[in-house]
């Protein structure tokens, strides 16, 4: 089955403590991104990668990094969480470059207290 | 001007109504969009592409006002399982930031 998974899909943790949510898709995309979902603010992009070893800035990404070093993998690293990171997360992919049509994972929802 | 903007609703439809609903855009260079349905805390999914005029798939018709800066939802024959929220994103090419609306809730009712 095609699809986008992420992990852990809930977490808790503690403010400075890292952690990483692992995104992963079966499709063999070229394109995936990262999103947090908070109420009133709608869905903004953290980082995005074009390709294996490309990433790119959105419109949210202080305090996040990424990495791809695979084409099916692309984690999201919180070195030192804080509570204003508490959000519902989205990682999607595309077929294309542009990011266009994408496919989202079932969301991860993190809490940093 | 915020690049996509889109009334936060809720729009409150009895079932077997019609509703539409707009996603106004700032970016005159936009030509295709996609929408994007969400259930409640749930991942979006997509919905349809919109390019040149419009698109139709099934109950669901979308166009794009070019000269207005728009681009509309249309739902025939509404059902409960249309409830959701509506996300609109105007097409990138490749190297782009990526921005969503903030959605249109929709509340379809018996």
């Known amino acids: 089955e095609a699809q986008v998974t992420q992990n852990p899909r809930y977490l808790i943790t503690v403010t400075g403590k890292k952690l990483t949510v692992t995104c992963s898709q079966n499709m063999n995309h070229e394109y995936m991104s990262w999103y947090r979902q908070d109420p009133g603010l709608g869905l903004r992009q953290i980082y995005y990668?074009?390709?294996?070893?490309?990433?790119d800035k959105g419109d949210v990404p202080e305090g996040y990094k990424v990495s791809r070093k695979e084409k099916r993998n692309f984690p999201l690293i919180l070195e030192s969480p804080s509570p204003n990171q508490t959000s519902l997360y989205f990682c999607?992919?595309?077929?294309?470059?542009?990011?266009?049509?994408?496919?989202f994972g079932p969301g991860t929802r993190l809490t940093v207290t | 001007r915020k690049e996509v903007e889109q009334d936060p609703g809720p729009f409150n439809v009895p079932e077997g109504a019609t509703v539409a609903f707009n996603c106004t855009y700032s970016n005159s260079a936009s030509q295709s969009f996609f929408w994007y349905r969400q259930d409640c805390r749930k991942e979006p999914k997509l919905l349809m592409s919109v390019y040149s005029s419009g698109n139709e798939d099934g109950r669901f018709t979308a166009q794009l006002n070019r000269a207005s800066q728009y681009i509309s939802l249309l739902i025939r024959d509404s059902k409960l399982s249309d409830s959701a929220t509506y996300l609109c994103v105007p097409k990138k090419a490749a190297g782009n930031k990526l921005t969503f609306g903030g959605g249109t809730r929709v509340l379809v009712k018996p």
């Open positions: 999607a992919s595309s077929p294309g470059a542009g990011g266009n049509e994408q496919y």
């Open positions: 990668s074009m390709n294996v070893e490309v990433t």
